[in-house]
């Protein structure tokens, strides 16, 4: 391994900075070359490659965002766009990558290396926290906190006015952040893809809990199929008249800032391990944490599934709620 690639790609997360500032710094530490590919596979396709060192990532350990640029890149999904990222790679003699991005990403990935014998190693790089083999992606626990602070700052307004929210968050098809940050909160229900959403029975549990509070929080993960906030919130309105509902909608504040600390510690580790995977022949495995060690996760089975959800934690939302 004589000099390797890193990009970001996808959605961007808090602590992405902080895990490129520990690939670039692994990778200096061994000797290794590091090029910075700007906008994800969109740069790959058009040679946006640039050298990195130790002081092209100083100061960026506590910063949100991405300094590489990211992109959803819909040239890498054909097969001609793939053939140009490839000529790159070649052209700048590059033997292995890494890839900070989400399931999107690492699906891009596997597709590539059909193609290109590179070997490829991921870091989980997405809000969501929707990959197996990890317990906590990066930019997860940043999200979370900044939803526990933005629904901290409703309750106070939701409870001088007696008032019922419905807060949407972030979460296409997992209800990971609702959930976390729904239980952070104390929501009175969380309404999340994995499980059946039935407005009959929020509907009751609602008149149940009358008497208990009389700010009522509900948090709704944007993929829940019931419809997002608006749409459900519409329906209880027409059931009970008598509540004061207003709509939130979180929307991408949940992707900005600077990282947690947990998010900024847990991206360092990885980017570290995804340097010295790519240096033991490790290819096309994302690098995830789980109960505090570090594991690599073929990017097949990473992508698959959606991480299942705590039984406990649905069943003590549920007792706790109201
Ligand atoms: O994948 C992360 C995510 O934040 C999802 O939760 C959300 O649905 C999506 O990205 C929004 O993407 P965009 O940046 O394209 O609006």
Do not use: W
Not at 33 to 62: C, L, Q, R
Not at 156 to 169: G, I, K, Q, W
């Amino acid at each position: 391994m004589k000099k390797i690639a890193v990009f970001t790609s996808g959605g961007d997360s808090p602590g992405m900075n902080a895990c490129l500032r520990a690939v670039v710094r692994t990778a200096v530490y061994h000797n290794i070359e590091v090029v910075g590919i700007m906008h994800g596979y969109d740069g790959m396709i058009n040679n946006e490659f640039f050298p990195m060192g130790t002081k092209s990532v100083a100061n960026i350990v506590h910063r949100g965002g991405t300094i590489l640029k990211t992109a959803r890149s819909k040239e890498f999904m054909t097969e001609e766009g793939r053939k140009k990222a490839l000529e790159n790679l070649l052209k700048h003699k590059i033997d292995g990558v890494v890839v900070i991005g989400g399931d999107g990403s690492f699906k891009g990935a596997l597709e590539f290396s059909k193609m290109c014998n590179i070997p490829f190693v991921g870091c989980p790089g997405t809000i969501d926290n929707d990959l197996v083999g990890t317990d906590f992606t990066i930019g997860y626990d940043t999200a979370i906190n900044t939803v526990v602070d933005a629904v901290d700052k409703i309750r106070d307004t939701a409870e001088s006015h007696d008032r019922l929210f419905f807060v949407e968050v972030m979460g296409r098809d997992a209800g990971l952040i609702a959930l976390r940050a729904g239980i952070g909160v104390g929501a009175e229900s969380i309404l999340i893809p994995e499980t059946k959403t039935d407005v009959d029975v929020l509907i009751k549990r609602l008149e149940n809990g009358r008497k208990s509070k009389s700010s009522k929080i509900i948090i709704v993960a944007e993929g829940d199929e019931a419809g997002g906030a608006f749409t459900i919130a519409e329906q209880v309105k027409k059931r009970l008249p008598d509540f004061d509902t207003r709509v939130t909608i979180l929307g991408h504040i949940q992707r900005g800032g600077n990282p947690s600390a947990m998010d900024r510690v847990n991206s360092s580790r990885m980017g570290f391990a995804a340097v010295e995977a790519l240096m033991q022949g490790k290819k096309n495995v994302m690098v995830g944490i789980i109960d505090k060690n570090i594991l690599f996760t073929p990017f097949e089975k990473a992508i698959k599934h959606i991480q299942e959800l705590n039984p406990d934690l649905i069943r003590m939302v549920n007792i706790l709620s109201l």
